[in-house]
């Protein structure tokens, strides 16, 4: 252990006085400082505690109002949603007729091409039947050329006899 000199302890009085006439000095300071708080208050009818209140009833009604204000919103944009959903089903209906229109028109087209392509190879087939049988006759036929000379010359001849 360490034993203290008989010159230490007056040091250690000193030292022992000081922190408590500080310590004295700081409650003397803070109770100054609470008392003139509460004479602010009690005087000037400014309290903080109900000026917290009300702004917490303000933040409580303006969130209210927000509330309010979002839930029309949602109902406004569940409406305009089911609007939209109700006009995309209309116009897939849309659609889909119009696919099983254009489905019936192509079956039409397709059935007419094919009418049209058997209608062709019939003329062809009687063409080549006529170029057939045109080229089998006999040649005993004159050509209409060669009759209109005749029957030209014919003509000359009875108009000068008579």
Partial sequence: MVEFAPGNTQSSSRIGVQPIAIGAVALVLVLFGIGSIAMYRAF???TPETDRAVAARQLQARAVQVSEALVEKTKGLEMTQQESIDQLQEVQDQMQAMRRQLAAQQADNKKLSDQVATLT??????RQAQANAQANEPAAEPSPRKRSKVRSSYRKRHRSRG
């Fill in 44 to 46: 000037s009818g400014n």
């Fill in 121 to 126: 190879e019939q003329v062809e087939g009687l």
